[in-house]
């Protein structure tokens, strides 16, 4: 006699499972968003591009009346004639002021009293043309630990002319270099990285300032007789 087998069951979510017309468990759903929520989420967009667009319109004119600082950067207006001029009276000799005819730009001019070092000094800093840096120190308390601080300890290596008289070279090898002068009761460093034709161009400038006012006068020492 034959067994009869019984049909074995469908696994769930077939299409067996399925009623006739149905969609099925796992078919997606589809929001469906209301026509007027649509216009008001669209109106809302509308709404914030138009205040961006008002806003830049705002402050664009005021961004066109200040123009950003340009690339050179700021330079500030020092007069070096006249901060020498007011410094004379406590140095006891009037501080040189080089006329380079614009070439370089000071960007300090002032009188150090000296506090720390006792060597109270004229001091003066120069842009140059190469847009390098050489920095001036003039004073007429000068002596030997003074001058190797002022110079970075750097060897006498030559002396270069200039303005007619015979500058001191002191060379790092680094870089860094100083032209040295001692001229009428003063003395006078130029230092910086500088090349050495704007060093001497510089130092013609200082020396023709000197020239242009009266000499030191340094005062004899008092002695006594025994």
Request: charge should be negative.
């Amino acid at each position: 006699m034959q067994e009869k087998t019984s049909p074995s069951p469908e696994p769930a979510g077939s299409a067996g499972s399925q009623g006739a017309g149905g969609t099925g468990a796992d078919a997606p759903v589809k929001p469906v968003i209301p026509a007027a929520a649509a216009k008001r989420a669209n109106a809302s967009v509308i709404g914030m591009i138009i205040a961006l667009v008002v806003s830049i319109a705002a402050f664009l004119p005021i961004i066109l009346m200040n123009p950003l600082p340009k690339s050179d950067g700021y330079r500030p207006d020092i007069d070096v004639a006249a901060v020498s001029r007011n410094a004379a009276d406590v140095a006891g000799f009037t501080p040189a002021a080089p006329d380079t005819g614009g070439a370089f730009r000071p960007n300090y001019a002032r009188w150090e009293a000296g506090t720390g070092s006792g060597v109270p000094t004229w001091e003066v800093g120069f842009l140059t043309p190469k847009d390098s840096f050489i920095a001036l120190v003039q004073t007429t308390k000068a002596n030997p630990t003074w001058l190797l601080q002022q110079t970075r300890n750097a060897p006498v290596t030559g002396s270069r002319n200039a303005g007619g008289q015979e500058w001191e070279l002191r060379d790092t090898g680094k870089g860094e270099k100083s032209l040295v002068l001692d001229y009428r009761g003063t003395t006078v460093i130029l230092s910086g990285a500088a090349e050495l034709d704007e060093f001497a161009t510089l130092a013609d400038a200082v020396v023709k300032s000197i020239d242009s006012n009266p000499a030191v006068t340094v005062s004899p020492a008092v002695t006594t007789a025994p």
